[in-house]
């Protein structure tokens, strides 16, 4: 009868405590970061991007007010 109780705890434990860690763990464990989405890999793009751009301006510039970029214009005519 004793060893009945215990199976029935044991039961309980693992009713309520494998969800309990499984959702803990979906919450906390650490993501891993894509190679392609470290500093050293977004700093190597930019500097290529930076490198095919003889000019070194940006494509796009922000009106007076900051708030809406537009594309720069590359003639000087209308």
């Given amino acids: ?3 009945l109780g215990w199976v029935v705890v044991f039961g309980w ?3 309520f405590g494998l969800p309990l ?3 803990f763990a979906a919450i906390f464990w650490p993501e891993r ?4 989405r470290t ?3 977004i700093r190597r ?3 290529s991007e930076k490198s095919d751009c003889p000019e070194g301006r940006r494509l796009l510039t922000a ?3 900051g708030r809406r970029p537009r ?5 000087s005519g209308k």
């Avoid at 594309?71 to 003639?75: A, F, G, H, R, V």
């Fill in 21 to 23: 860690t499984v959702v």
């Fill in 33 to 36: 970061i894509p190679k392609d």
């Fill in 45 to 47: 793009r930019v500097e």
């Fill in 39 to 41: 500093v050293e890999a």
């Fill in 71 to 75: 594309p720069l214009s590359t003639d």
């Fill in 63 to 65: 009106d007076r007010d």
């Fill in 13 to 15: 434990v693992v009713v």
């Fill in 1 to 3: 009868m004793i060893a």
